[in-house]
């Protein structure tokens, strides 16, 4: 039986520092995470120089925002990490793994017609607003000639989507997000974990998909619906990290297998 994050130990119902706790231990890191992206686009703007003589850090400051970026959310995952309830399951994991091979599949799947088709330039209409796309420009190691370099930043790109974007995202929106539309007004940690609603639903999945570039819309779509399928069936915050972290993995290893650079 699912154990409620809103009793754990230290935790107890009816104290306001606990909930407090538990609310910033739920949204601080995404909040965190989520400044990170505001100042990378606000650094590119002012020092970015996209151009073959330009120094590393200037032309993608991704390449040194994206590790602090890490740094910083994993201490707050570190501190808060008491106020989390996973409750791993070998049985949900499993189940989770073949959510996410399933859910980045449909997200990959774009992309991989844009090179079955054998199309060229950018798409219009319909299959624009799909994500049929070459999605070849983005976050590139190859700016590194170095390859201790080249490899230390594929490894942290790995890590940060494959364990630190599956835990603050999984956290927020199916840990405290799905809660807090139900009950935002009361006490949403009395809410149980994976409590089916369509409010939820339409609320978590709707903003886990404007938190997306519009490419991503399609995609983000049927695959936060898995999520929310797998949240509520297996009422497991544990299955829903694994399943993030299984599809950014796979995500990160067809990237790295075809160039689609875009796609992180």
């Known amino acids: 039986m ?26 601080v890191p995404f909040a965190v995470f989520m400044g990170f992206l505001i100042l990378l686009q606000v650094v590119g703007s002012m020092i970015g120089w ?18 602090l970026q890490c740094a910083g959310v994993l201490v707050l995952l570190v501190r808060y990490w008491k106020s989390y309830t996973f409750d791993w399951s070998l049985k949900w994991s ?16 774009p992309t991989a017609l844009y090179d079955h088709w054998g199309m060229e330039g950018k798409t219009t209409g319909l ?26 930043t594929i490894v942290l790109r790995v890590f940060r989507a494959a364990v630190i974007v599956a835990l603050v995202e999984e956290i927020f929106w199916r840990g405290f997000l799905m809660r807090f539309v139900l009950d935002w007004e009361g006490d949403y940690w009395k809410q149980p974990f994976g409590k089916p609603s369509l409010l939820s639903f339409a609320i978590v999945t709707g903003a886990f998909v404007v938190a997306h570039a519009p490419v991503d819309y399609a995609g983000a779509f049927i695959y936060g619906t898995l999520t929310y399928l797998l949240c509520i069936w297996s009422r497991n915050l544990g299955a829903c990290v694994i399943m993030h972290a299984t599809a950014n993995l796979l995500m990160c290893l067809y990237i790295l297998q075809t160039g689609k650079f875009g796609l992180w």
């Open 127 to 152: 299959l624009d607003w799909l994500g049929v796309d070459a999605r070849r420009d983005g976050f590139d190691p190859g700016i590194f000639e170095n390859p201790a370099a080249r490899w230390t």
């Open 94 to 109: 499993a189940v989770a793994v073949v959510f996410g091979a399933v859910g980045i599949g449909f997200w990959l799947l």
């Open 50 to 67: 996209d151009h073959p003589d330009a120094p590393w850090w200037r032309r993608d400051p991704a390449h040194w925002i994206y590790p």
């Open 2 to 27: 699912n154990q409620d994050p809103y009793e754990t130990p230290g935790n107890r119902a009816g104290d306001s520092a606990s909930t407090d706790r538990l609310t910033l231990a739920h949204v």
